[in-house]
């Protein structure tokens, strides 16, 4: 979901994991300035979108951080 160049000093990877939980995030991660998340089919996006996240997919949301 991130790209980012592998050689540049300032910028790193980072990774995140989820639970199948009744949670409706399945797997978040959170960068600095940058954030996505994997959400269940049965997520209220109204939820989110008031929370600063955008849909990018039906399933996945992103934002800044």
Not at 11 to 32: I, K, S, Y
Not at 33 to 56: C, F, P, T
Request: proline fraction near 3%.
């Amino acid at each position: 979901m991130f790209v980012f160049d592998q050689n540049a000093a300032d910028e790193f990877g980072g990774g995140g994991c989820g639970g199948v939980t009744g949670a409706p995030f399945l797997v978040g991660v959170e960068l600095p300035g940058h954030k996505m998340a994997l959400v269940r089919n049965d997520a209220r996006i109204s939820d989110y979108e008031a929370e600063g996240w955008k849909q990018i997919h039906e399933n996945i949301f992103v934002g800044d951080s």
